[in-house]
């Protein structure tokens, strides 16, 4: 791989030890992919920073690339084990708060910002279309090559971390406009109605695909929270980090396709999807929803959905600190609090240790939540529609 002078002057250790080992991690993971240089990045978005999921290895890692760092770009971070601003004592206990508590400081003096969300494109770090941004996370990912049109690889912690510290990522995979080509036109014999069906087709396509670009063309244009669910439930069910979106994904930032294989999507497939999340009403006793984490206008229908109820069973909805604020001034947090809903910032309930509650069985309206529910925490899972939710589970 072809490096500057000033690349290699870091490769070779002369801006000290973090910014070789960044440097290091960089371009082993370009000389594998055949990138041909590094390319600079206008962003970065950290993943794997809960405690719960990278445990006292994870830490020392970020603890010795970011030393004596900075981050030379916009860097946003993702959720943590437990909300910060009010930490659940059923969640956290002395060792995680304190073990949590020090990657968020480390992080945050490296030049991270305060944003704990999957979500970094609805806090303000939405880079442009046609940028090259480091990300990880693979909701966001997907969201932002085939929503914004920006351009990233489906980063790991370390790379994303890496990146961040020199500012740069190797020229590869997505950056590359000729990879950023449908290989499957998805036709669909159905019209998705609610954010939930968004999502199991999203999650149905990843299921049947695993892997390339899906070209997909909606019967109307999707808004954001059914992008944001669509893109969740792809990239939850397989590699795919892109998917071309008719309509929406920006001209010019993918590569034309006319000779796509054409896969059919009906009813069927969707329930074949489903049927892995059908756990019975009558036993779930934890709703979660915001996953990926709740924009405000998913707050807002949550809250018209219920007026006038309260919640039968302990429902807990995820956003970002951000959205939380937009949400606390209109007054919408206090209305759905005293209904019984319990709005959290910077986690999740895949991103916290979930299984320290005594839960059993969860209903969720994202196929994403649903399918790390069950395979993290073991849980039984029911995907529903936030409308269902609201008439089941609140009376
Ligand atoms: Fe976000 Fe947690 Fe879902 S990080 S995408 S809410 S699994």
Known sequence: MYLTREEEKILAGEYGPEAELAMKILVSIGEVFNAERLVPIASA?????????????????????????HFKVNTTVNPVAFDMTSPDP?????????KQSEIVSILLKAGAGESFTCTPYLIGNSPASGCH?????????????SVLGAKSNREGGPSALAAAIIGKTPLYGLHLIEERKASVRITLEIVPRET??????????????????PYVEFSKTPCLSELKAFCAGLAAASNISMSIIKGVTPPGTYRENPLMERVHIEENDLENALQKFSESERNIDFVFLGCPHYSLDEIMYLAELTEGRKALVEVMVSTSRYIYRKALKLGIIDILEKRGVKIIRDTCAIVAPLKRMDIRSVATDSAKA??????????????MSVREIA?????
């Open 45 to 69: 978005h950290l993943s794997g920073i809960s405690y719960d999921n990278i445990r006292d290895e994870g830490l020392q890692f970020i603890k010795m690339i970011t030393k004596n760092s």
């Open 196 to 213: 939930s069906h968004y999502s199991l087709l999203g999650y149905t396509v990843g299921v049947l695909l695993r892997k390339g670009i």
């Open 133 to 145: 941004v480091a990300w990880g996370e693979s909701s966001a990912v997907t969201f932002l090559n």
């Open 90 to 98: 059923r969640l956290c206990d002395q060792k995680m708060l304190e």
């Open 370 to 383: 649903a399918h790390y529910l069950r395979l993290k925490h073991g849980m039984r899972v029911r995907l």
């Open 391 to 395: 008439t089941e589970f609140f009376r």
